[in-house]
Every structure is written in structure tokens, then in C-alpha cells.
């Protein structure tokens, strides 16, 4: 048998005995199946392969320049331990400076910041203009202790202010459309749902929950954008709600009609379209949002007496006070279980009627 080597790419064969080869830099794939090993096909791919990498190699920003500083940040532990949307939208800030990445750090001050923020806002909004600035500090504020700046200029923008007449980004949600998505939705669907509503979970830190974070009658996990730990009791609602979900093998509560783990894409896609559905019955109204749930429970709690600190525990909201572990959330638990049952309490006096949980049985 010929053995195959291209400088570059590693070609080796996995653990069922199919060969696999990816360019070693940029982790790009080939796919064998379409360029099989030693083809012309093949050749021409790693050849493309080489020639993309070489122009992004060319195309990286210089030292001393703004795309240099972002580029260092980037590699910093701060930005590897950020959530996968927060870092997203900070790829997304440094795309769109892009254009001006070549200045020199010399000629970095706060009003030059301050025309890219204000001509961010007449561009891609006011809320990206925003994180456009806080991208920035946070650039200036790692590259300062390196010595590749003297200052954050980023600090002394002033933030665009939220329009007035702008509509309420995550509403809460009314009874009735809790109870009309409830009923509609499917199985799979309604569970998600469910937890999210009886929780005030992100959508996508609900998704991610495995079997091995329910431990007993309570929910123990970290919210993703803070890195706060949080131990939420399951309700007698949520409960049902789990007990009648589509049974599943997955390691994940939460799994689509498949039985499979949601991704956070997957389930907005069926999600906004679910909700299309239900705007057009006229069932709910314009603007229902998955993490306007979260609004929802922090706003019922709120207006059953709760204090801020009280609501903030449960949904894992960080402050500058402390950081909270595990350990720390242990103590949490039972306080916690004193709001979720005001939780529960003042979501069934606003319900007019219960309409139980139908039990799914797995085909």
C-alpha cells in the first residue's frame, strides 16, 4: 500500500479505519469521498487548501496597529473563556473595523473612538455601536499591562442611549400566551418551554442541561454569559412538565423530535416558526421572545414582593461584589426554593385554568 504525505496536512486513519486528512494550520477538511487520497481531485484540493492559507497568513493585521491589538486580544485567556456568543459578536466588532485596522496605535485618542462609535450607530445600530465600544475596552484594557497602549481611549465614549420609542427588545410574556404556546406546542417543543418558563433560564444554558445536573429535586448548572453558578428546585410544574416529556436517550434533558440534542439554532428555527403560526392565529402578539421568559419571571417575582438580590440568585445574574461557586450555591439552594415557591404560587393565582400535562409515550 502507498503511504501518501503532503507537506501540511496530516492524513491518518480514524477509529473505524477511515482515512481522514485536514491542513495542519487552519484545520480545514478534505473530503476523501469527493477527492479520494492520491487523486487529481485530491492534489487540487490541498493545493486550494495551501493558497487560502497563505492569503490569510498575508492578510493579517500588522504589530502597532488597531486589527494588531484586536488580534492580540484575541489570544488572550479572557477571550477563550468568554461564551461563544459573546465571542461571536466581538468577531463580528473586529470585522467591522476591518477597514482601519492598519492604524497605528499612535494615532489612537478618545475622539477618534468616539467618531467610530458614532459612525457604528448610523451604520449597524445603536446596541452593536455599544458593543463596538465595549469591545474596544476591552482591547485597550488587556493590551495596557502588555505596553502595546498607555490608556483605554475607549472609556470615555459615551454610550448611545436606547431609543425611546423603541419596542421592548424581550417582553414579558401575558398568561394567555403562556398558556396558548403551552397547549399548541408540540411534545418536544413544550418541554423546552416548560423549563425555561418555570426556571427563568437563558434558552441556551437550558439546552445544554444534561441528566447529571439534576441532582434530587434541584437543577444545578452555570449561566454562560456570567459564569455564575445557579441551583434552581424543580417545582411541582416543572416536574410534571419533565415527567410527560418524549422519552429520550440523549445525554441532555432537553432533545428535538429525533431524540437528539437541540443546538441553540436548531430549536430559534423551529421556535420562529412555531411562533409565526401562532401570531397569525392571533394567539399571541408581535415580539414574543425565548428570553423574554426570563423577563417574565423576574418581572412576576418583583411583583410579588421579592427583593432584586432574592431574584437575581435565581437567574444567576453576576454582581461586582462577588463571584458565587458551587459551594456558595449550595447555600443558595434553599433561598432559592423559597422563590421558586412564590414562583409557583403566583404563577397558578394568575392562571385562570390548569391545563395539565398530556403524557408522551415514546413509539
Not at 500588522?62 to 477563550?80: I, M, N
Not at 390548569?354 to 413509539?363: A, I, R
Request: glycine share 6%; net charge positive; with cysteine.
Amino acid at each position: 500500500m502507498t503511504h501518501i504525505r503532503v507537506k501540511g496536512f496530516k492524513i491518518f486513519n480514524d477509529r473505524h479505519g477511515k482515512p481522514r486528512c485536514y491542513h495542519r494550520t487552519t484545520g480545514h477538511k478534505i473530503d476523501l469521498d469527493k477527492a479520494p487520497l492520491g487523486s487529481a481531485e485530491f492534489f487540487s484540493e490541498c493545493a486550494r487548501i495551501k493558497a487560502l492559507a497563505e492569503a490569510q497568513k498575508a492578510k493579517a493585521p500588522r504589530a502597532g496597529t488597531l486589527g494588531g491589538l484586536s488580534q492580540s486580544y484575541f489570544q488572550t485567556e479572557h477571550f477563550a473563556n468568554l461564551a461563544d456568543a459573546t465571542k461571536r459578536d466581538y468577531r463580528k466588532c473586529s470585522d467591522f473595523l476591518n477597514p482601519i485596522r492598519d492604524t497605528p496605535v499612535s494615532a489612537i485618542t478618545t475622539p477618534l473612538m468616539a467618531g467610530i462609535h458614532d459612525k457604528a450607530a448610523q451604520k449597524i445600530g445603536w446596541r452593536r455601536a455599544n458593543m463596538l465600544r465595549t469591545f474596544l475596552s476591552q482591547v485597550f484594557r488587556y493590551a495596557i499591562p502588555k505596553g502595546l497602549i498607555d490608556r483605554d481611549y475607549a472609556a470615555g465614549v459615551i454610550p448611545k442611549p436606547r431609543p425611546k420609542d423603541l419596542p421592548y427588545a424581550n417582553r414579558p410574556w401575558a398568561q394567555d400566551e403562556r398558556v396558548a404556546v403551552l397547549d399548541k406546542a408540540k411534545p418536544h417543543v413544550r418541554v423546552v418551554i416548560a423549563l425555561i418558563m418555570n426556571t427563568g433560564l437563558d434558552p441556551s444554558d437550558a439546552l445544554k442541561l444534561t441528566r447529571r445536573q439534576i441532582d434530587g429535586n434541584t437543577i444545578w448548572g452555570v449561566r454562560g454569559k456570567t459564569g455564575e453558578d445557579v441551583a434552581i428546585p424543580i417545582g411541582p410544574t416543572l416536574q410534571a412538565a419533565l415527567d410527560v416529556a418524549p422519552a429520550h436517550d440523549a445525554v441532555t434533558i432537553l432533545a428535538n423530535s429525533k431524540g437528539k440534542p437541540w443546538t441553540y439554532d436548531g430549536f430559534s428555527t423551529v421556535w420562529h416558526r412555531f411562533k409565526k403560526g401562532l401570531e397569525k392565529d392571533d394567539l399571541v402578539q408581535p415580539g414574543l421572545t425565548l428570553k423574554g421568559l426570563r423577563h417574565t419571571v423576574a418581572t412576576t417575582l418583583r411583583e410579588a414582593g421579592l427583593e432584586e438580590r432574592q431574584i437575581a440568585d435565581l437567574l444567576g445574574q453576576k454582581t461586582p461584589a462577588m463571584a458565587r461557586h458551587y459551594s456558595r450555591s449550595a447555600n443558595l439552594a434553599d433561598r432559592n426554593r423559597i422563590t421558586m415557591e412564590t414562583l409557583e404560587k403566583e404563577n397558578e393565582r394568575r392562571s385562570q385554568v390548569v391545563k395539565p400535562f398530556k403524557k408522551t409515550v415514546k413509539p
